[in-house]
């Protein structure tokens, strides 16, 4: 099983969903086409289990990251640093993976939007302990959209945008932190309009 499953996520990450035929999950992972069959129906159904189990896998690391240290110590710049690199950090090694299983029509599965979930939950409770420090008007819808942002950037440099993980990291921060405690035009304000769009915060 484990070989089967090995192998087609090498393939995957590799040459991409279209490559992954049982003719080709079977001989790289050096089993038989009656191997496979006995534990899958066909392709769909291996796809299936692939998407299923990767988003697991997932959740189960954020989940480690998160637990793993105080978080309550931490300078607000230090913890959205941190925050933004869980969210570039927790799909990494699968982000190949994940991407492919996503192209494939209903390979998104339910565990994917468990792990999204997850992710933009703890990480907005995270944020909004700090609540008192963060300048943003309307906290709660700050965090959830530059929560929302900053992993949309990450899936966008796993899809060919390139950055380096350290840049990548800083770059999200700086983006989520100037959102965050900037300043917002305020309502009613005559000159909204006029103000310049790199310095919305001020």
């Excluded at 299936?48 to 990767?54: A, E, P, Q």
């Amino acid at each position: 099983m484990e070989r089967l499953v090995t192998a087609s996520l090498e393939i995957l990450e590799a040459e991409g969903p279209e490559a992954l035929t049982v003719q080709a999950v079977v001989g790289r992972a050096g089993s038989s086409v009656g191997s496979f069959y006995a534990r899958f129906g066909g392709k769909d159904d291996l796809l299936l289990y692939l998407s299923d189990r990767v988003w697991r896998e997932a959740l189960e690391r954020w989940q480690q990251a998160r637990a793993s240290r105080d978080w309550s110590g931490l300078e607000l710049p230090r913890l959205v640093e941190s925050v933004v690199g869980l969210i570039v950090d927790v799909g990494q090694s699968s982000a190949g993976f994940l991407n492919a299983l996503d192209r494939m029509p209903g390979g998104r599965s339910d565990a994917a939007e468990t792990f999204e979930a997850e992710v933009l939950t703890s990480s907005t409770e995270l944020l909004l302990a700090r609540r008192d420090e963060l300048r943003h008007p309307d906290p709660e819808m700050a965090v959830s959209l530059g929560l929302r942002a900053v992993a949309g950037v990450a899936a966008a440099n796993g899809r060919g945008l390139g950055l380096e993980r350290d840049r990548l990291i800083r770059e999200g921060a700086d983006l989520l932190m100037g959102y965050l405690v900037g300043r917002a035009p305020a309502d009613g304000d005559e000159d909204r309009e006029s103000v310049d769009f790199f310095d919305v915060w001020g």
